[in-house]
């Protein structure tokens, strides 16, 4: 059971270029959600997803975009990379409903923009 | 939204003592998480509580929880140096999106 997994690790991009961060849940989780940690911050919500098709915005949502094809992945993709999007993302995963609702978080992606 | 905030920011303790932190929401909830941080890693989830329970507790971790006061604690007895980390709460009601306060830091001096 591999949990969610997230790709890539690391990565560096000029200003401008564009890139999708993959993640993945073998979890048949309804819920997945990306967050972006700053030094010394908590995680703040990007976007999130409850189903197949459905999408929401978080906290932060502007310069990215997602979308939901399929249960298992949930991919963000970053437009045009700017600086202040230097961060450490986060993907997450969890059931709806019932008590079985705690997220699996993926290992997190370095990302620095130059 | 049902953001958690965790009292104190951060905390300092030597080994073998105990430590507590605070979670404050401010909707009803159905149950409360508690989540584990170590420099740089994703999150692990530690704890459930449900809104119906008051205390529960995990090998050297307990939880309480006050609806009433809209409030929750952690409290991880005997510290050992590797339970420092930052430590996140949860409120969680029904299907609402998954979001997180800043943290307590927790530092256990050996």
């Known amino acids: 059971n591999a949990g969610v997994t997230q790709t890539p690790k690391f990565q560096v991009l000029k200003t401008g270029q564009s890139m999708t961060l993959q993640c993945a849940q073998d979890?048949?989780?309804?819920?997945m959600s990306w967050y972006r940690q700053d030094p010394g911050m908590g995680l703040r919500l990007i976007h999130y997803?409850?189903?197949?098709?459905?999408?929401d915005q978080g906290e932060v949502p502007n310069g990215y975009n997602v979308s939901r094809s399929t249960t298992e992945d949930f991919p963000l993709r970053l437009l045009s990379a700017a600086p202040s999007q230097t961060s450490v993302y986060f993907c997450?995963?969890?059931?709806?409903f019932g008590d079985g609702t705690e997220a699996f978080f993926g290992q997190g992606t370095r990302l620095t923009v130059v | 939204s049902q953001q958690g905030e965790e009292d104190p920011q951060a905390l300092s303790i030597q080994e073998g003592e105990n430590a507590t932190m605070n979670c404050s929401y401010k909707t009803s909830i159905n149950n409360l998480q508690w989540y584990r941080q170590n420099s740089g890693r994703g999150l692990v989830h530690l704890i459930l509580?449900?809104?119906?329970?008051r205390e529960k507790h995990s090998g050297r971790l307990r939880v309480t929880l006050d609806t009433s006061k809209k409030s929750s604690s952690l409290l991880i007895t005997a510290s050992r140096a590797a339970d420092t980390a930052s430590y996140f709460c949860?409120?969680?009601?029904?299907?609402?999106?998954?979001?997180f306060g800043k943290g307590t830091k927790l530092t256990v001096n050996p």
């Open positions: 997450a995963s969890c059931h709806r």
């Open positions: 979890m048949n989780h309804e819920y």
């Open positions: 949860a409120p969680r009601g029904g299907s609402e999106k998954l979001v």
């Open positions: 509580i449900r809104s119906n329970e």
């Open positions: 997803s409850v189903g197949a098709g459905i999408t």
